[in-house]
Nanobody, 116 residues
């Protein structure tokens, strides 16, 4: 079993920055993909960014140029640096762990609120 614990959410003004972190504990396979999704009430959870254990990163169009995902394989952690935040980035952000075909584990979520 794997547990994902997020941290770093909060309230920030538009144009500001936040850094989210997620730590995985338990039996974590060395080859995996870790990433971030977000969800606002009444909408489906949407992809934000992901990074493979080999370091290959992918971003949603909304995140390109503003967000940077990184990971530390030795510590089983993934981070999301979010810059130039916009009010539309307001959401609950979820850490995810899986592989190319499925997401196997989710974190509990952390609230990010961007005020205008």
């Amino acid at each position: 079993q794997v547990q994902l614990v997020e941290s770093g959410g909060g309230l920030v003004q538009a144009g500001g920055s936040l850094r989210l972190s997620c730590a995985a504990s338990g039996t974590v396979f060395s080859i995996n993909i870790m990433g971030w999704y977000r969800q606002v009430p009444g909408k489906q959870r949407e992809f934000v960014a992901a990074i493979s254990s080999g370091g290959r990163a992918n971003y949603a169009d909304s995140a390109k140029g503003r967000f940077t995902i990184s990971r530390d394989n030795a510590k089983n952690t993934v981070s999301l640096q979010m810059d130039s935040l916009k009010p539309e980035d307001t959401a609950v952000y979820y850490c995810a762990l899986g592989n190319h075909s499925s997401i196997d584990y989710w974190g509990q979520g952390t609230q990010v609120t961007v005020s205008s």
